[in-house]
Structures are given as structure tokens and as C-alpha cells.
């Protein structure tokens, strides 16, 4: 990670942040895949034996309300509580929500858990984001900063899926939310130790009285935002916008892996083969190879993203970037679907699911880090923990929908269900593609254009 750019911090500052996110994301991610496999899976085996579709469905609600509250959490950051002590408590809210899963016998244990968790997560991951984006000088390195970061992101999320699917499975569910509890808490200590030692100031201060504008802050600056910023938010919100269709997908993707090609030892169809001897793959690997993809893309992108800034042609613009991600997207949903053909009437061989889930990954990395990125660059600085929570807003829409939208595709012969769905994500790849550069004039990089 480029660190000659930190300002007024230690080196090891934009570590601090990141190695925070992977504990919350070990807990976050091992949650999303307890959730959906749980309340499917018989009494007997420790589940709450109710439907696939009932299991879609508050899966989808754990990630619908983790993403809305940010907007709250931004807002409160930006005026009114400090950063540095809304991240640790975020987590501490996060880690009583897990502990309640672990004594869950029903579904309002699950609600609970669902709602805390979401007053954690947007007191949390804007909030770090944004702090994050404080501590450098030069908005260049910022692609390579978050690409890094999401390395570590999915780092927690690769430890976490990979090693307590296992300990699910052999050991209970429930025991499995209680580690997810306690990850969530020693990351909120994590945090504020660290935090001592490497973040110096940055973030003690709402982001509207911070040192990088606090100028502006002390005048109480209320003037109207100037073209140039109406326009940057406006490209902000478009992106949003146009990301609820990608994360529609991206999400809803996730389920046929565990219900229609899972292991049958976790309630799926077992249409596709994941036993290795007397060895049964969980599902949750699946989650797994995404983590680990994103580990090694993280470093790679970044420096592809840098070398491409520092060339005669200049970098990939955003929306670009966007579209390029939904083609990956679409295309990986079309490996699922050419899984499912050539599978006939036995099993797919599991390396189709490796390769969807590659893909799958590709998309997501070419795509997700940067949307922090460009927040950090483009949004006015009176609104930056405010837009930075607006920017997961679309993924609470696609919460609130994508379970729904998968039980809907499920009605309909697998093939042409969701091929018909990677035609159509492909198509707007396309389109977006063709249309980005006059897109991408709603952002103006140079100050002196400003009114």
C-alpha cells in the first residue's frame, strides 16, 4: 500500500484501519452464509427447519439493513460524533447482534440480531472508510489505497468462511455466531489500540470540523454547492443508481450456489459434485474463493489502476470500470447457466462453480473498491461521510429485493431463468460502455474549472 502520501500519521495508519475491517468482515461474511444455510437446515442438525425461500429472504434483509444504516451513521459523523469513537462502537453493536444469533430458537432472535448489527454496521463502515481517505494528500493513490484495503477486507471474509463453515458444520451453528461475536468485539479493541498508536488525529474530530477543512467548518460554510460540485453529485448518485442492478445480481448469485448446486449436506439439490473422498466441500467455500480472489486481485488491480493513471491514455473513468464489471457479472452467471446444461442429469463438475466464482470475482473487484475511491475524490467536502453512506444505499434496495427475485427465478426452468438474466446484465454492460465518456464529463477533476 503507497504510504509517502499519509499525512501527519504513522506509516502503518491505513493498516490499522484495514486490519479492523477484516475482523468485522470475518464475522459480517461467516453471518451472511449462517444465515442462509441456518433457518433451512432440519432441527435435528441444528437448524431452524424452515424454507429456502424463508432463508432467502432474511438472508437478504441482513444485507438490506446493514446497507441503509450507513446513511445514518455518515450523517452523524459528519456533525456530531467523532469518527474514532463511532467505528469501535459500531463493532461493539455488530458483536452483541452475533451473540444474539447464537441464542436464537426462532426468527425474532434473528431480527434482533439483524437490527443491532445494522446500527453496528452504520456506525462503522462509511465512517472507517472515510478515514481512511483522510489520511492521504495526493487523490491518486486513493484506487491503489482501496484496492489494497479490500484485500484485507476479504482477507477476514477468506479466514472467516473458509474455517467456520467447517466449525459449523461439525460443531453448530450457534457456536459458530458466538466466534463471529467475539471477532467483532476484539476488533473494536483492535481499533481503538491501534488507533492510539498510528491514526494521531485523524477522524477525532466530526469530519466537518476536521483538519483537512476546518477552515470551512469553523465559518460555517452554508453556501450553495457551485456547478462543478452539483455535478459531482450527480455522478455519485447515477453510479449508485446504476450499482442496484449489478448488486442485484451480484447477491442474488450466491444462492443458487448454495440451493440449487449446493452439498445436499447442507439442504441444497446437489446438482453439482463437491465431495473429495469422504470430504463434503461447505458451500461457504464458495464465499471462500471470492475472498481469496479478491485477496489476490486486490494488489494487481491496484497496480493496474496506478500504471493506467500514470499513462499518455490515463486510467479506466468510473463508469467505464462499472460496466466493464457487469459484463464479468453477467458473463459468470452464464457459466452457471452453461453448468447447468452441460451437467445433463447428474452432477456439474465443481470446477464450474470455481469458475464462476472467479468471474463472479473479477467483476466485483473491477467494480466495488472504487466507489469509496470516487466518493473520497469527487464528493463536496461538506457532505463526504454523508455520501459515503448514500453510496451502499443501493445495496438496501437490493436487499430488500434480491431474495425476492431470486424465489422468482426459481419458478422458471434454471437455464433459461437466469439465462435471460445474464443476457440482460451483459446488454447494459454494453450500453453503459458505449455511453460512459459522456457520462464521465459530469466529473471535472480541476479545481480552476469551478465557478
Known sequence: METTAVKKCHPMAPFAVAITFSFERFAFYVARWLLAIFV??????????LTKAEGAVISSALVAWTYIAPVIGGVIADRWISPRILVPLGLLFMGAGYLCAWQAYDLTMLVIMIVLVSIGTGFFKGNANGITGRLF???????GVFSVQYSFVNLGSFLGTTIMSVVAINIGYRFSFLICGIVAIIGA???????????????????????????????????????????????????????????????????PVYYHFGPTI?????????????FTVPSAWFDSLNALSCIILGP????????????????????????????LLGSSIALMVAADIFRGAGQANILWIVFVGVVLTAGEMVFSPLGNS????????????????????????????????????????????FGATAAAVITCGVILMALSKKLNTLVHDDAANEE
Do not use: C
Open 137 to 143: 494528500n495526493d487523490p491518486k493513490v486513493l484506487d
Open 40 to 49: 433451512v437446515a432440519e432441527t435435528a442438525n441444528g437448524g431452524l427447519g
Open 300 to 327: 494487481v488491480l491496484a497496480i493496474v489502476w496506478r500504471k493506467l493513471s500514470n499513462s499518455k491514455r490515463g486510467d479506466l473513468n468510473m463508469f467505464q470500470k462499472t460496466a466493464l464489471g457487469m459484463i
Open 189 to 255: 479493541f483492535w481499533f481503538v489500540l491501534s488507533g492510539k498508536a498510528f491514526l494521531g488525529d485523524t477522524g477525532k474530530k466530526p469530519f466537518l470540523v476536521d483538519s483537512r477543512v476546518e477552515k470551512k467548518a469553523t465559518t460555517k460554510d452554508t453556501s450553495p454547492l457551485t456547478t462543478i460540485e452539483k455535478q459531482r453529485v450527480t455522478a455519485i448518485v447515477l453510479l449508485t443508481v446504476i450499482s442496484i442492478l449489478f448488486w442485484m445480481v451480484w447477491y442474488m448469485a450466491y444462492l
Open 374 to 417: 470516487f466518493i473520497n475524490k469527487f464528493a463536496p467536502t461538506r457532505y463526504l461521510g454523508t455520501l459515503l453512506g448514500v453510496w451502499p444505499l443501493a445495496i438496501f434496495f437490493v436487499g430488500l429485493t434480491y431474495g425476492h427475485f431470486y424465489n422468482f427465478l426459481d419458478k422458471f426452468p434454471f437455464a433459461q431463468a
Open 266 to 278: 447442507e439442504g441444497g439439490l446437489g446438482h453439482a459434485n463437491w465431495t473429495f473422498g469422504n
